[in-house]
């Protein structure tokens, strides 16, 4: 049954519509469960927040609207793989933040990582990226990426002299994190783009740890930002997504990537995702302030023996920070404590409030243990060479009253 698919009805859409639900109360039963109740909005107010198109597909008054619709002669969607209303406002207001003329979202963040460079390379490209780096990301690159006949090399994202002698005529990408996972370091953005553009590769920046509000890497010379929307974007632990934001023809490469393989979010997450971005700037604001102090607490601890946060003064990226991070240093801190593994064993299991979770950015603060998480696919000899060893405990810092948080971690300490 053809119901008009105007938001607001016009008179005759009206009589239409009561027609058409006249002629559907005569039918069976089975025939009213199918298509009773698929009415438009009647109303000519619009709704204040965008809803949930919560459709795989959309239909057609007749057939060669769908030609009208793909050749875009009249506005419309077709399939939700493809595009879908609730989505697009998500990636508008993404795009929006970092800046970027366009965006693409998926359903978690690895799926934003792996098409966003699988779209850039084939075999026998190179790639070159930071040596701390989300632990998943990490495994793309070393052990996925070989079976596509795509070699990455790792270096020391700060030693830019490293980075220059590691590209090569056939580097596609560079990669970095704008915070790194588990280490805090800071990229310096504007330098790495130089690199990666004077021998005519690309700059891909993970902006998870940062967020639009902290950092935009695409005023930076960035081609790529992306986001695990489970993160911060999101904020509240209940969705998973990923978004990547660049320019319109990267994106749209990108876009019909994710078509093809199909890792699309779902209408109801994206409509999550966008009632958690509404407060992004609030959160990013109290999360940076209550890391900072934490970060002091933990440094002046006797049982700690080292913090990495790029707020504190005596941070090797602190000066990196001031440059880029400009509204606060953000959230996430990590640290390690005397007695190595037992010591950090100790901590974590003393603590009351602070929750033990495998992810980070919720609105509350939790700790997790990279080595046993983020990074368990990467060899103990490997991670401990660029400083992710199993004494290391990553804490994000939630939203709460500071003084909670500090009490936690003091009496926790002091198990060891
Ligand atoms: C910096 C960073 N990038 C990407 C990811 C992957 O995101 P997702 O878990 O949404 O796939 C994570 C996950 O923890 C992360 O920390």
Request: hydrophobic share 40%; glycine share 8%; with cysteine.
């Amino acid at each position: 049954m053809k119901i008009t698919g105007d938001l607001g009805r016009s008179r005759e859409q009206a009589q239409v519509q009561e027609k058409n639900s006249t002629w559907l109360r005569d039918r069976s039963v089975a025939t009213r469960c199918v298509h009773s109740g698929s009415l438009p909005l009647p109303s000519k107010t619009r709704p204040k927040v965008m809803p949930i198109f919560s459709t795989s597909v959309f239909s057609f008054d007749y057939l060669d609207q769908i030609d009208e619709v793909y050749e875009g002669k009249i506005p419309g969607y077709v399939y939700s793989r493809m595009r879908n209303p609730g989505i697009e406002a998500l990636e508008e207001a993404v795009a929006s933040l970092e800046n970027t003329p366009g965006a693409v979202a998926f359903s978690s963040g690895m799926a934003a990582i792996t098409l966003s460079v699988l779209s850039e390379v084939s075999k026998g490209d190179h790639v070159v990226a930071a040596k701390v780096l989300y632990g998943g990301t990490y495994t793309f690159f070393k052990d996925e990426l070989p079976k596509r006949g795509v070699e990455t090399t790792f270096v020391d994202i700060n030693d830019l002299d490293a980075v220059k002698s590691a590209m090569k005529p056939n580097t596609k990408i560079l990669y970095c994190e704008t915070i790194s996972n588990p280490l805090m370091e800071v990229s310096d953005l504007e330098r790495l783009a130089e690199i990666a553009h004077s021998t005519g590769a690309r700059l891909f920046v993970d902006n998870t740890f940062a967020s639009p509000i902290l950092c935009r890497p695409f005023e930076y010379g960035a081609d790529l930002v992306i986001h695990s929307g489970t993160k911060y974007l999101n904020g509240h632990s209940d969705v998973t997504a990923g978004i990547v934001c660049g320019g319109k023809d990267l994106v749209a490469g990108i876009r019909s990537l994710a078509t093809m393989y199909g890792p699309v979010l779902s209408p109801f997450d994206a409509w999550l995702l966008l009632r958690g971005l509404r407060t992004l700037h609030l959160r990013m604001q109290r999360h940076s302030e209550n890391a900072q102090k934490l970060a002091e607490f933990l440094k002046n601890h006797p049982k700690v023996t080292c913090v990495h946060y790029p707020g504190l003064e005596s941070s090797p990226y602190h000066s990196l920070a001031r440059k880029y991070l400009k509204k606060g240093y953000g959230g996430m801190l990590s640290f390690e404590v005397i007695g190595g593994i037992q010591g950090a064993r100790r901590v974590i299991d003393s603590l009351k409030m602070v929750e033990l979770v495998p992810s980070l950015a919720g609105i509350s603060t939790t700790v997790s243990h990279p080595g046993k998480t983020s990074h368990r696919a990467v060899p103990l000899n490997e991670r401990e060479a660029f400083g992710v060893g199993d004494g290391l405990i990553r804490v994000s810092v939630g939203v709460e009253e500071y003084g909670d948080i500090e009490e936690d971690f003091r009496q926790a300490l002091a198990a060891i």
